[in-house]
């Protein structure tokens, strides 16, 4: 995939530093001579040590250096509506902001498949990482302000804990696209999904070398499912793919960036924020079990929406996996992974559920957006190349 178009000043800065090579790195000082040469020969110490100079004072923690200074905001643009729930604007205005979460999912994409025109090395470039982590913490702010952390529990409690978290998983959109959607609005659905599913499971799977015991071997019994048992062609990225060329879409990878709205890059961002940082463990597992745990009957109502537009086996078939496999995937994620590493590590409990009540939280603002565009007979993709009516004709 190519570097997307720009939606503001950060991504417009940042794109064009991704468009260069990054910077060489700055050439080491000349060796120090070896250390026997460097000491001083018997003869020439002096008869006494010289007394030390004063110890500079030591700060009690050193402040964490500055994040890298980033180009001034746009202002936010319109709120995503809520879909009837209540969140600090600041923050739905954050997680909608296209130009801010554009620029996170490039600083994060470079982990993943990278862009065709930006230099591979970019991935660990400091002053890019410092881009980043400035990115990211307006990212955790959001996410601090949109979702109260749900309350303490002891370990022993965490799979009852996301059973009544999951229990209402907001607006209903799989019922709007089981009875009323047109294709239009199921394609507009499946280019918005294409952003996380063509790399499915992938953001969940940074966890594996952090976990240990039981908990890692939950959560590759899960992967392992999500990556095809070992048969390309079953891996949910490609069953994804499959519905995408059924729909008459382009199933290429990021094929969509450039019309996805902020709040859908977001989601992905959230997954990859907790996902690439050790500290986040916790929130990671959490985060999959919530999408695990309220997964089978929806996929089961998509899969029917499209039958009843039209959709033929190939095309229904990563729903129709995924109203089985998950109803084994939620067990194994609330159990064996998220109660497992609360048990084996309880000072993660908090986080496990903070993570579940974001995902859930994101999505849920995501759901509340599409659902409105929609009920108001409205394109919910970003307008500039196409509309509606063009992702329909294309197929026709
Ligand atoms: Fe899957
Ligand atoms: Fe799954």
Redo the contacts with the bound molecule.
């Keep these: 995939m190519r570097l997307p178009r720009p939606r503001g000043p950060i991504t417009a800065a940042l794109f064009t530093r991704l468009s260069s090579p990054p910077p060489e790195p700055t050439p080491r000082p000349e060796a120090a001579p070896p250390p026997e040469a460097a000491l001083p020969s018997e003869a020439a110490l002096p008869p006494e040590a010289a007394p030390l100079p004063e110890p500079a004072p030591l700060h009690e923690t050193a402040p964490p250096p500055e994040a890298a200074q980033l180009p001034e905001a746009a202002p936010p643009p319109a709120v995503v509506s809520s879909g009837g729930r209540s969140g600090p604007p600041s923050a739905r205005s954050e997680l909608a902001d296209g130009d801010l979460q554009l620029a996170l999912f490039a600083c994060y994409e470079l982990h993943y498949q990278g862009f065709d025109d930006a230099d591979d090395r970019w991935e660990w470039e400091p002053s890019l990482l410092a881009t980043r982590a400035a990115l990211e913490r307006r990212l955790e702010d959001a996410l601090a302000a949109l979702v109260p952390r749900p309350p303490a529990v002891p370990p022993a409690g965490v799979r009852a804990a996301l059973v009544e978290l999951t229990a209402d998983d907001g607006p209903s959109l799989s019922a709007y696209l089981r009875r009323e959607a047109d294709l239009g609005v199921f394609r507009e659905f499946v280019v918005h999904r294409s952003i996380y599913h063509l790399k499915?499971?992938d953001p969940h799977t940074w966890a594996i070398p952090r976990l240990r015991g039981g908990p890692k071997a939950a959560l590759v019994e899960i992967q392992a499912d999500?990556y095809g048992g070992g048969r390309a062609e079953r891996m949910?990225a490609e069953l994804f793919a499959a519905t995408m060329t059924g729909l008459g879409l382009d199933a290429s990878y990021g094929a969509y960036l450039d019309r996805v709205p902020g709040i859908t890059l977001a989601v992905s961002n959230v997954m990859s924020l907790f996902g690439l940082h050790r500290r986040w463990r916790g929130a990671l597992a959490g985060h999959l079990a919530a999408l695990e745990m309220t997964s089978s009957a929806p996929n089961r109502r998509y899969g029917d929406g499209l039958r009843r537009l039209g959709g033929d086996r190939v095309a229904t078939r990563f729903y129709d996996e995924?109203v089985q496999?998950d109803a084994v995937h939620e067990q194994v994620a609330a159990h064996d992974l998220c109660a497992g590493l609360a048990a084996q590590d309880p000072s993660l409990t908090g986080d496990i559920l903070y993570g579940a009540a974001c995902a859930l939280a994101v999505e849920r603002l995501w759901a509340g957006h599409v659902l409105s565009r929609w009920r108001r007979g409205l394109s919910s993709l970003e307008q500039e190349s196409g509309t509606r009516a063009s992702l329909a004709a294309r197929s026709a």
């Design positions: 499915e499971a999500e949910h995924h496999a």
